[in-house]
């Protein structure tokens, strides 16, 4: 018993240290490629921070077993480092039965995974979206990218050439009228948002507008007001809508059955069901990985213990690599 429980205690600092460093390089990432978009741009660093702490549970998700597979690493390397495992054997103990009780805790531990995938992970990412929802209603100008034409916007489609975020202005407008085909161009414009509509107060310039005479019209103005409706039932219907990641296995099996029930291109029904059991299978087989890891990881560690630790660490470094190469591609 006394082997047993200082086995574990030596797991657990090699467990924190790697769960907090693969949590804090894949946070890194993450803000570079989802964060980036709004940091700078008129958004509070409470709302920014807010966001990160929504993102963690799934980061945290790919980052447990990971951790699992540093502590028993680094664990049984050092003891083979320093010749405690050669001391177990010549007691006359098998150093792989030391790792029953690592295997009984991460027992534990992917079963908590389990209910953390069912039920927080999804939980977490349907609040980050109806957030992002929020965002992009309270703050439409986030959505324009200079030089690329905007589509989405209900009856026009818009191109600017240059925008300040922070101050929700435009500058080098040309706006489509969808509807008249008139199309209008001005030297800047600022966005207002509500809840029914979004306002855009166009400045210093000229409507175009083709007359059904077959004539053509132009004329310029100081300022012009543009009313874009929001359609409340659609972002209402957003936000009920939850996506695959946004679902727990019940949900995800319910979801599968509608898809089967659909009429239609079956080589869209088999992609979609597809792309349905990945998230379904991922609900338990990234949890199981750290029983995986944590059976693995005694027996390499022992193998390679002339590195002991240093060993341990770099060994688990290309696990996890080669971990998340597969899993990214997995849901390609």
Not at 240 to 255: N, T
Not at 313 to 327: A, K, N, P, R
Request: glycine content about 8%; some cysteine; charged content about 20%.
């Amino acid at each position: 018993m006394f082997l047993h429980r200082y086995i574990v205690r030596e797991h657990i600092g090699p467990f924190i240290l790697g769960l907090f460093t693969f949590t804090f390089i894949l946070l890194m990432n993450q803000i570079f490629l989802l964060v980036w978009d709004i940091i700078g741009k008129g958004i509070s660093p409470g709302i920014v921070f807010f966001l990160l702490l929504l993102y963690l549970p799934s980061i945290i998700a790919l980052t447990i077993p990971m951790a699992v597979m540093v502590s028993s690493c680094m664990a049984f390397g050092r003891l083979a480092q320093d010749m405690e495992i050669t001391a177990i054997r010549a007691a006359g103990i098998n150093p792989l039965l030391l790792n029953i009780m690592p295997i009984v805790l991460v027992g534990l531990l992917t079963y908590g995974m389990v209910l953390f995938n069912n039920h927080l992970l999804p939980e977490a990412n349907h609040k980050l979206k109806n957030i992002m929802l929020d965002i992009a209603q309270k703050k439409p100008c986030l959505r324009i990218r200079p030089l690329v034409t905007m589509e989405d916007m209900q009856g026009y489609d818009l191109q600017v050439g240059a925008v300040d975020y922070k101050k929700a202005e435009i500058y080098k407008v040309k706006l489509f009228d969808k509807m008249t085909g008139r199309e209008i161009f001005a030297r800047s414009g600022l966005f207002y948002s509500d809840s029914t509509k979004i306002t855009l107060l166009l400045k210093d310039g000229e409507l175009h507008e083709p007359l059904t005479d077959g004539r053509y019209r132009k004329m310029g103005f100081d300022e012009q007001y543009i009313y874009i409706p929001i359609d409340a039932q659609t972002i209402q219907r957003d936000r009920e809508y939850r996506g695959d990641r946004e679902l727990s296995a019940q949900g995800l099996k319910q979801k599968i059955q509608s898809v089967i029930k659909e009429n239609g291109d079956n080589r869209y029904k088999k992609r979609k069901i597809n792309s349905l059991l990945v998230e379904y299978h991922k609900k338990y087989s990234i949890p199981f990985a750290c029983l995986v890891f944590v059976i693995l990881g005694c027996p390499l560690a022992i193998r390679v213990k002339r590195g002991g630790i240093g060993a341990g660490f770099g060994l688990t470094l290309l696990f996890f690599i080669f971990y998340y190469v597969c899993l990214i591609g997995g849901n390609r």
